[in-house]
């Protein structure tokens, strides 16, 4: 490991991230995890997604690994957060690059369709949020469910990302293809910039509401041509799926971290407020949403 610097630990597959000596080519180690996840990758890489290329890969000391070709040293995350801390705000050049780096994955995504599948119950991880939620396994909420998924029902399914954000994109592509799965198209790239709220505000960033407005204009040109119409009509029902998703595995086991407990008191409280907001209007305002600090404060 002489030539490789380490970059960083990756628990979602028990491995690492290590860079190059000239930072052209990135190594990750893991477990069963990464060697389904190359799989995808390389499938993928074939049908023209955004993705890394893949050098090398296969085992070494009881491990899978890959070696891929760098698409950028820095996440657009980052990139926001070095604007933010320069003049507040993220700029539109992070924005610009958002939207072009989604309008190429719809693009591959449409362009390689798939059978009808179910979606939600993974993309939502919807089962962690009812065992850990039980109080919100109730008709009211499954109502919901069947209205998002019979909304989006004439959507092409395709191959998604199912974790799509500004921290898995870089200026050349998309990274971290662990949790991919059915989706129907748009899923994956609509709500990246309203998921930005979930965390609470303690990101360093926002997005304005032009900022936003501009991200789905480009988004729905691309969805027009693809398929005759644009897709930001669903942008409440993919939301709505999203209140689950950051819900998730978020139930605190250890009663000495009242920060955690608070933390998950505050997704379920943006879960309530989404569920409200889509069964009047089929919408999610996420900008409606309070920071964790201001939730914290009230629920003190």
Not at 3 to 30: C, H, I, M
Not at 129 to 140: A, G, K, M, Q
Not at 147 to 165: E, S
Not at 187 to 209: C, E, N, T, W
Request: charged letters at 25%; hydrophobic letters at 40%; a negative charge.
């Amino acid at each position: 490991m002489s030539n490789w610097e380490f970059v960083k630990d990756r628990t979602a597959t028990q491995g690492s991230v290590w860079r190059s000596s000239d930072g052209l080519l990135y190594k990750r180690t893991g477990g069963e995890d990464l060697r389904r996840e190359i799989e995808f990758q390389r499938l993928a890489a074939g049908f023209g997604f955004p993705v890394a290329e893949i050098v090398d890969r296969g085992r070494e000391n009881g491990r899978y690994f890959v070696i891929e070709r760098s698409l950028g040293t820095t996440s657009l995350h980052d990139k926001a957060l070095a604007d933010a801390q320069r003049d507040g705000r993220i700029s539109d050049h992070v924005i610009g690059l958002a939207a072009t780096i989604s309008s190429r994955l719809l693009r591959a995504q449409a362009t390689h369709p798939l059978p009808a599948a179910s979606w939600f119950e993974k993309a939502a991880f919807a089962a962690d949020v009812f065992r850990e939620n039980p109080d919100l396994d109730t008709p009211r909420v499954h109502d919901a469910v069947k209205r998002a998924l019979d909304r989006t029902a004439a959507l092409p399914t395709v191959h998604g990302h199912l974790d799509y954000g500004l921290p898995n994109l870089l200026v050349n592509g998309v990274i971290d293809w662990q949790h991919h799965g059915s989706i129907p198209l748009g899923y994956d790239v609509y709500p990246a910039l309203d998921i930005v709220r979930f965390k609470g505000g303690g990101k360093g960033y926002s997005v304005s509401p032009a900022q936003r407005t501009a991200y789905m204009s480009t988004l729905d040109e691309t969805t027009a041509d693809l398929i005759g119409r644009p897709v930001s009509e669903h942008l409440g029902d993919f939301m709505f799926v999203k209140c689950f998703f950051f819900l998730a595995l978020m139930r605190p086991t250890d009663s000495t971290r009242p920060d955690k407990h608070v933390k998950w008191q505050y997704r379920r409280a943006l879960f309530t407020m989404g569920l409200e907001q889509y069964e009047s209007s089929n919408t999610i305002d996420t900008d409606s949403f309070p920071t964790l600090a201001e939730f914290a404060d009230g629920y003190r």
